[in-house]
């Protein structure tokens, strides 16, 4: 997530705990934090598709997803 959005989300939350958000800042404040979720959730897993578990004996095998 690109750096300008980041310092929105953080102004809105300080704005928030100071004076209160208008019903538009409201809206703003959850769409940029749900875009931030799915950015969050997006390199979580992109991360973890490159991860290897080395066991004992030295094999490694790739980190799957739980059903």
Do not use: C
């Not at 939350?13 to 997006?42: D, H, I, P, S």
Request: aromatic letters at 4%.
């Amino acid at each position: 997530m690109e750096t300008p959005r980041l310092k929105r989300i953080n102004e809105l939350a300080r704005k928030q705990r100071e004076t209160g958000l208008t019903e538009e800042e409201r809206r703003e404040q959850e769409k940029l934090r749900r875009e931030y979720v799915t950015a969050f959730k997006k390199n979580l897993v992109a991360q973890l598709e490159n991860t290897y578990i080395v066991d004992e004996n030295g094999a490694k095998r790739k980190v799957r997803r739980k059903k």
